[in-house]
């Protein structure tokens, strides 16, 4: 019994520890599972977390990306809103009262929109204002209702506006004011001084509108006429200024009896609000609303705000009213300027709206100034007037008027079409602007030759007038050849021949007339063969002095006077016009007469002349014109009469050897020094085996002598082999030997106690010997006989004496003395040497005519001048070392 139960005992202790330790297990594992469920609540709690601040932060980084993008095309947006408002609304357009003053507009320009107050605009956190504009001239009739003392503020501030960027007299007004009687606008009254504003009585709306109506049609017939769809179109393609001024007119109506108006007032209102704005007729209407249309602008003003067609739903912030005082001031400036007349066309004003578009085929035509009116005045030049002359005092503006004119003529004619030739014989630079210089690399593409400081050049004013002849005389072949009479029938039959029209420019042209010399003979016989026979073969020459004696000299050639049919005379000018014709004398500065029939009175055309000298505006327009030039257009030729050539690098011996078989045939040429002529090409003396082949350079300058010395040894030795001899017998003379000597290496020397050595080295080998001699002259009476023998024999065998005599009369001392043949000399050089005593050296009787200067010398070769020339010697010796 005890037994068996505790047998149960154990069995009972057994289940209950089994029991026990499943409890136990499975509380472990209750817990183990808690624990787990902790951790990963946890884990989920941090994630969560940092999902959330990564989202916050990723909002508040897309908010400020958001923010800074909007901001940004906030700002632009703003800064193209206001670009484009100072386009529309410039100047006195869009300024605000407290800066506001007139402002002149563009002769080509069109009427922009007109501010009436400024729009609030959020830039993000910024807030900033906006002008509000309107449409008006030429674009749209205006329609202000609401509260009567801010819509009158509006429509004095819209027409003070209106007529500050308007020319005085481009708009007048007209004032329907029954109720106040044009006290609403009475401090525009000065306008009506000028005639630009009137008031229409209480009574007299129906025949206002009657003859707005009327005015319309005629307008629309001719705007139909010239096939143009408005008076705008018709504006903006004829130059000048408006055929017709704007009318503006204000009818400020009563609210309360708008109503009063009849079927026709009614039905002619409608009629100038639906073609008015394309005929230059606009309204400004208060207190009656017109009927809707396209070219109707509404403004709806409640207190200082308002809303407009053209803002939509934004709302305009009103500017205050322009003080009374503000308008008639204006007004009674403009009303001055009025009475005093347009003011003078700008230089810009004479630029055509588009470049190189005109043809030179049947001739040239270009402003150069403006009439009285303010219309361009255009000056031809063609087959009939062929050339021009043009006449005033000093300081009368003769210079300016050459400016506008050439400016005017380049803008609209290219280098295919135009050739200028510009010459001035005046002291100064005044055509220098038109070609390169240190300053400004460009030129002016139409100028192929220059010419300044050549008061003292006479000879280059020849060169020029000799080259237009050969070209009237190639055009003249051309045109026979052809079977053509004039330019345009040329240019027809071959079109590839490209022959521009050109205009040559001669300013002081009496200085090449002046003196009874061959020279003046050959000028005035060129003169007259190019303006008679130039003006179908598109040569024209313009004539320019500012002295009466220039111009007289034309008068005593009937032949030659009478083709310049063109007459400019500036204010005082003598001569220019017919005897009978006064306007000359009366018209003011910057003024000139315009005459195309040889300056009979009733052919004047009075011009207002632009300023042209400002280099500024020149510079612009040359530069514009420079960049838009042919690849073929090459810089022109600038003589400069104060300017003295180098030698150039072509004709040094480390130089570009030049192919003599093109240049000097078979013999070497020795350079001496530049030709006075258009092309700058070098006066050369051909040294063959013909006897006489020396040269004598004759004068006191020693700087001159030299450097012809040793342009004439350089260019030599730049030809081939050579030796030379250097032979200085004069002190002042040996700095320049030197440096010859040390540019010919090989070259011998040899001075005043070397004479014996020298004669003793000569010898016939072949090779070209030369022999320079600074001063041969001082050598001494001991060497004559054998300088003789040289001279006269050493050519033969390739041997030349290229010398320096101080004086003509120490050379023939040299040669023989009185009664010597000089055929030793076959060329020589004339410095500082007057005429007569060149007689025993010149095919002339008594010497040629000649006067020395500075830079300037006279050279003859016997075997190829018929008449000496006149040259520059090269500037050598002060360029190197």
Not at 266 to 281: F, I, K, S, Y
Not at 702 to 730: K, T
């Amino acid at each position: 019994m005890g037994s068996h139960r505790n047998a149960l005992v154990a069995v009972v202790r057994q289940e209950l520890a089994e029991a026990r330790g499943t409890a136990r297990a499975v509380l472990a594992a209750a817990e183990s599972a808690r624990n787990e469920a902790q951790r990963r609540k946890k884990l989920i709690r941090d994630a969560y977390a940092t999902c959330l601040a990564q989202l916050a932060e990723a909002r508040d980084a897309a908010r400020q990306d958001i923010l800074r993008r909007t901001q940004a095309e906030a700002a632009a947006l703003t800064r193209n809103v206001e670009s484009l408002a100072a386009l529309t609304a410039s100047g006195a357009a869009g300024t605000s009262w407290r800066y506001w003053t007139p402002t002149e507009p563009d002769r080509v320009g069109r009427p922009g929109l007109l501010r009436i107050g400024t729009v609030a605009y959020e830039a993000g956190e910024e807030r900033t204002k906006l002008p509000a504009l309107v449409p008006f001239l030429d674009h749209a009739h205006v329609n202000v209702l609401g509260d009567q003392p801010a819509v009158d503020g509006v429509i004095s501030g819209l027409l003070l506006r209106a007529l500050g960027t308007t020319r005085p007299g481009d708009v007048r007004l007209s004032v329907y004011d029954p109720e106040q009687l044009g006290g609403t606008l009475a401090a525009f009254a000065p306008l009506g001084n000028a005639g630009l504003l009137s008031f229409v009585s209480p009574g007299g709306l129906g025949a206002t509108l009657d003859e707005l109506v009327e005015h319309i049609c005629r307008v629309n017939e001719s705007v139909l006429a010239g096939e143009y769809v408005s008076l705008a179109d018709l504006t903006a393609a004829t130059p000048g200024p408006r055929p017709e001024p704007w009318r503006v007119v204000v009818l400020l109506f009563d609210p309360a009896r708008a109503g009063d108006l009849s079927e026709a007032q009614r039905a002619q209102l409608d009629r100038v609000v639906r073609t008015g704005v394309a005929c230059g007729v606009h309204l400004v209407v208060r207190g009656l609303e017109l009927a809707p249309h396209p070219t109707v602008e509404r403004v709806a003003v409640r207190g200082e705000s308002a809303t407009c067609d053209t803002t939509g739903a934004l709302v305009v912030g009103l500017d205050a009213a322009p003080p009374a005082e503000r308008i008639a001031g204006f007004c009674r400036a403009t009303a001055e300027r009025l009475r005093e007349g347009p003011p003078p066309a700008r230089f810009a004003d004479l630029e055509p709206e588009k470049l190189w578009t005109e043809s030179s085929t049947h001739g040239l035509a270009a402003p150069i100034g403006d009439s009285t009116d303010g219309s361009l005045v255009e000056v031809p030049l063609g087959d009939d007037p062929p050339h021009a002359l043009i006449g005033g005092p000093s300081g009368s503006g003769k210079t300016n008027l050459i400016y506008a004119w050439i400016g005017s003529l380049a803008a609209r004619y290219g280098p295919e079409e135009l050739a200028l030739y510009l010459l001035d014989f005046k002291e100064g630079v005044s055509f220098a602007r038109f070609t390169p210089g240190p300053r400004d690399q460009s030129w002016l593409p139409q100028v192929r030759l220059a010419g300044i400081n050549v008061n003292g050049d006479r000879e280059f004013g020849l060169a020029m007038l000799r080259h237009l002849s050969e070209e009237l005389r190639s055009r003249a072949q051309a045109a026979k050849r052809y079977e053509a009479t004039k330019l345009a029938e040329l240019r027809a039959e071959d079109p590839g021949g490209h022959w521009p029209r050109i205009v040559a420019v001669i300013d002081e042209f009496q200085v090449l007339l002046s003196g009874r010399d061959p020279l003046a003979d050959e000028a005035v016989t060129l003169l007259e063969d190019l303006a008679r026979r130039g003006r179908s073969q598109g040569i024209h020459l313009v004539l320019a002095s500012q002295d009466v004696s220039g111009i007289e000299a034309l008068w005593g050639r009937s032949g030659l006077i009478g083709q310049f049919t063109l007459r400019i005379a500036l204010p005082k000018a003598r001569r220019i016009l017919a005897d009978t014709n006064l306007a000359a004398a009366v018209i003011p500065r910057f003024h000139a007469v315009v005459n195309a029939d040889s300056g009979v009175a009733g052919a004047n055309q009075v011009v207002r002349l632009p300023d042209a000298s400002d280099r500024s505006v020149w510079r612009a327009l040359q530069r514009k014109l420079w960049q838009e030039r042919p690849e073929s257009c090459v810089p022109p030729r600038l003589f400069d009469g104060d300017a003295v050539p180098r030698l150039p690098d072509a004709y040094r011996p480390a130089g570009r050897v030049p192919d003599s078989t093109a240049d000097v045939g078979s013999s070497p040429g020795a350079v001496l020094g530049e030709r006075i002529d258009v092309a700058a090409r070098p006066a050369r003396l051909r040294l063959g085996r013909m006897p006489g082949r020396n040269l004598a350079v004759l004068g006191t300058r020693v700087d001159e002598a030299c450097d012809v010395l040793a342009a004439a040894a350089l260019s030599l030795a730049a030809q081939g082999p050579a030796r030379f001899s250097i032979v200085c017998l004069d002190p002042g003379a040996e700095r320049p030997a030197a440096r010859l000597v040390a540019e010919l290496p090989q070259a011998d020397w040899y001075g005043p106690g070397d004479l014996d050595d020298l004669f003793a080295t000569f010898s016939g080998d072949g090779i070209p010997h030369y022999v320079l001699g600074y001063a041969w002259d001082a050598a001494g009476p001991a060497y004559r006989d054998r300088l003789r023998a040289l001279l006269a024999d050493g050519p033969e065998q390739r041997m030349h004496v290229l010398g320096w005599w101080r004086s003509v009369a120490r050379l023939r001392d040299d040669l023989g003395g009185i009664g010597a043949r000089l055929d030793t000399i076959g060329a020589w050089v004339a410095l500082d040497v007057q005429g007569p005593e060149l007689s025993p050296l010149s095919p002339q009787p008594g010497g040629p005519l000649w006067y020395p200067r500075r830079r300037r010398a006279l050279f003859f070769d016997r075997s190829v001048h018929r008449h000496p020339e006149v040259i520059i010697p090269y500037e050598v010796n002060s360029d190197h070392t």
